[in-house]
Each structure stands twice: as structure tokens, then as C-alpha cells.
């Protein structure tokens, strides 16, 4: 059972406000990830870590920031919402020996952005 | 051209029935293959992986990968209304990074 949690689950705002979505895991895992989802849309990812104090882009372009100051801990946020960032996010971490990337995912935050 | 290709669907099936899902790819480099089953409103949950070609199975679930075709395939042998989500493919050439198929939503009827 993998153990990622995001906070909150669901988030209703007005435009302009500032965000920030928390995702934390208790796997010890180095590599963590954020990912943007359309409903019944494929998975994008936004930004992603490979371990305290590095942070990247993904494939898709967002106006959202990251930071990794803790192994455990992965906060994605907005400055300043707006509609066209309604979406789910989906934070996820991968780690282990198997030799290859098994990603693990929260169970996500929806985004309403008013 | 995506490096992954899946078919979104959806497929809609009677209870009882085989399911096959299937995706291709264009990197030759991939040596590790998953699924992944979303329902819906929530996060992807790994259902299994393999590596390399070959078939696995695992209960009511195996996973086929034909490497020389670059095409694998889930199959689901006496389906549930509870097998309903998306099922996306997910592959890895060992470097540790993930690409992901855009899923496919499978509906079983009861």
C-alpha cells in the first residue's frame, strides 16, 4: 500500500488568489512528481524532483512553481489562479530497487477555480 | 507522434466477457511495461508490470508484451462492473523515467 497523501482534496477559489497544494509521502522515496489532469483526459506532467532541491519542468507548460526542501515533502503552487487552471493534480513518487520507475500516486486535488 | 499510443475509447463490454486493451510504441529502448487502473476521481493504482517480452498473469489480469511488434496488451478474462475505469499502459527503458499512455476507459455492463 503506497503512502502519498495530498491536501486538501477538493478546493473552490476565486481568481487572483494565491495556492498551495501539499504532497507528502512517507516512502522515502527521491523521486516525486506533479501531474495535470483533464477529466477523462491523459496524464501531464507538470513538474518533477529527483531528490532534495532539485526541481524541473514536464512536458507541459504551467504556471505553477514548485519547491523540494524535504525528501517528503513536494508543494506545488499557484501565485495567482485562475480559471484555466481548473484541473485535477495529481502528485506521485517512485523509488526502491526494482530497477525501474514504479510511480505511486495520491488520490489527487481537484481544482475550481472561480 | 506520441512515443505511446492507446486507444481512449470507451470500450464497453458485458459482465463475463475477455477484455483486451492494448497500446504501441515507438522506442525500442523500453524494457519495463505496467498498467495502471484509475477509477474515477482518483489516482492511478499500479496493477502489474513486466519486463521485457513474455506474458504474466496474475488472477484475472495478464499482461503481454510483444517487443518485436512494440505492442502490449492487458487482458481481462471474466470481467466485473468493478474492472469500470481507465486503464493506462506505462513503460520505462531502465533510465527510471515513466511515459505514459493517454488510458482507455473500459465500461462492463451488469
Known amino acids: 500500500e503506497a503512502d502519498i497523501y495530498q491536501t486538501p482534496r477538493y478546493l473552490v477559489i476565486g481568481t487572483g488568489k494565491k495556492i498551495t497544494l501539499e504532497c507528502s509521502q512517507t516512502?522515502?522515496?527521491?523521486?516525486m512528481y506533479w501531474y495535470q489532469q483533464d477529466p477523462g483526459m491523459e496524464l501531464h506532467l507538470i513538474h518533477y524532483?529527483?531528490?532534495?532541491?532539485?526541481?524541473e519542468k514536464g512536458d507541459l507548460s504551467s504556471e505553477s512553481t514548485v519547491s523540494r526542501i524535504r525528501t517528503e515533502h513536494f508543494p506545488l503552487t499557484l501565485e495567482s489562479a485562475r480559471p484555466s487552471h481548473t484541473s485535477q493534480y495529481l502528485c506521485?513518487?517512485?523509488?526502491?530497487?526494482?530497477?525501474?520507475?514504479?510511480?505511486?500516486f495520491g488520490p489527487g486535488t481537484r481544482l475550481t477555480v472561480l | 507522434q506520441k512515443e505511446v499510443e492507446q486507444d481512449p475509447g470507451p470500450l464497453s463490454v458485458p459482465e463475463g466477457a475477455i477484455v483486451s486493451l492494448n497500446c504501441t510504441y515507438s522506442?525500442?529502448?523500453?524494457?519495463?511495461f505496467m498498467w495502471y487502473r484509475q477509477y474515477s476521481r482518483k489516482g492511478p493504482e499500479l496493477l502489474m508490470y513486466?519486463?521485457?517480452?513474455g506474458n504474466k498473469e496474475d488472477g484475472r489480469f495478464t499482461a503481454q508484451v510483444d517487443k518485436s511488434s512494440k505492442y502490449i496488451s492487458l487482458f481481462i478474462r471474466d470481467s466485473q462492473p468493478s474492472d469500470s475505469a481507465t486503464y493506462l499502459c506505462?513503460?520505462?527503458?531502465?533510465?527510471?523515467?515513466?511515459?505514459f499512455g493517454s488510458g482507455t476507459r473500459l465500461q462492463v455492463q451488469p
Open positions: 506521485a513518487s517512485s523509488g526502491g530497487d526494482r530497477g525501474f520507475d514504479t510511480q505511486y
Open positions: 516512502m522515502g522515496h527521491d523521486k
Open positions: 524532483s529527483y531528490g532534495v532541491n532539485s526541481t
Open positions: 522506442n525500442s529502448a523500453f524494457q519495463y
Open positions: 513486466t519486463y521485457s517480452s
Open positions: 506505462a513503460m520505462d527503458t531502465g533510465r527510471r523515467a515513466l511515459t
